[in-house]
Each structure stands twice: as structure tokens, then as C-alpha cells.
């Protein structure tokens, strides 16, 4: 069982945007450069949370991301099923449909065929315990984890980091707004 690398950098961006104001919002590139990704790659990261709701696209010069959804309102799972989708992670393959050790009277929900799989029963109840405990943690939880275990110095510097770029583009505006487009 492995997700993939998505999953992380998505949990990892949406703990950067915590911190950003409602009308504010951080650029791919800063998201991107920050982490040590492309743009390309991140976009799709981030286009996958956005079609789920979990972050709103910002277009324009202020351009970039926010969460649209507060930090205790998305669950790890939340992500997760945005990223890798929902399908089980056990494929059940019928491999014995004729196996003697089969309750036949009972359809097996993820087979194709008729057959009460106690294999693939036991696979799925393990998924969906999985998935609970997913549910149970937040992205508010991980900040606080992260707050708590973290040298608060590379917290600060992380934060710096986030809100010199949004300073840097908000005095950007600000100067086009009072001395016009250079030429």
C-alpha cells in the first residue's frame, strides 16, 4: 500500500496556507519554490484540492491559493480522496471464483462476480478503519503537531517566508496603483 508523494506535498502546502488572510492568497511559484517543485507539478496538486473545495484558485495579480475551508474542517482523508480518489486500496481479483470456502449466497461488493470474498471483507474493514482514523485528524491538528514539535525558529522562518511574498506583491500593487506601469 503506498500513496503517493501528491499527498504529502498537498497536506505540507495547505499547512503554508494557513496563515494567509481571507483576502489574500500565495502564488504557485512561492508555493512551488518553497518546497523544491515545479510549478507544474504543484498546479496539479493544487488543481486536484480545488476541485475537491478544499482550496480556492485566485486569478489576477494577487494571484494564487487559500484555503477555502478552515484548517479544522479538512481531514487528512479530505485530501487524500482529492488526490488519490476513492476507489479501494485492495482490488479483489476473484482469483478462486469456484473455491469451496465461499459463501455463494452473498455478492462480494468490489468483485464482479457473485462471491462473498472473507479476504476481501477483512481488506475493506481494514481500509475503512483507515479511513476513520483519517477522518479523525485535521489540518488544524497537524499545525498544532507541527507547533509542538518543530524549533520555533524554522516556524518563524517559514512563516517570513509566506508573508514577505505577499508584502513584496501587495507593495508591487501599491506602487503600479500610484506611479503607473514602468515603460
Request: proline residues 3%; neutral net charge; hydrophobic residues 35%.
Amino acid at each position: 500500500m503506498k500513496y503517493s508523494v501528491m499527498v504529502e506535498y498537498a497536506l505540507h502546502s495547505l499547512v503554508y496556507l494557513i496563515d494567509v488572510p481571507k483576502n489574500e492568497s500565495i502564488g504557485i511559484k512561492d508555493l512551488s519554490e518553497f518546497q523544491g517543485l515545479s510549478e507544474t507539478y504543484l498546479s496539479k496538486v493544487l488543481g486536484k484540492l480545488s476541485k475537491e473545495g478544499i482550496v480556492s484558485s485566485v486569478s489576477g495579480v494577487k494571484g494564487g491559493y487559500r484555503l477555502n475551508r478552515k484548517p479544522e474542517d479538512i481531514t487528512f482523508w479530505d485530501v487524500v480522496r482529492a488526490v488519490e480518489g476513492e476507489d479501494p486500496i485492495f482490488q479483489c481479483k476473484n482469483i478462486k471464483a469456484n473455491f469451496a470456502y465461499q459463501n455463494k449466497k452473498q455478492k462480494c461488493e468490489s468483485c464482479s462476480s457473485q462471491s462473498n470474498c472473507t479476504i476481501n471483507s477483512v481488506m475493506l474493514e481494514a481500509e475503512e478503519h483507515m479511513r476513520n482514523y483519517l477522518r479523525s485528524k485535521t489540518i488544524a491538528w497537524l499545525e498544532e503537531e507541527l507547533l509542538r514539535t518543530l524549533p520555533k525558529e524554522q516556524i518563524e522562518e517559514d512563516k517570513k517566508f509566506f508573508k514577505k511574498q505577499i508584502d513584496n506583491l501587495n507593495r508591487i500593487i501599491l506602487d503600479v496603483c500610484k506611479f503607473g506601469l514602468p515603460e
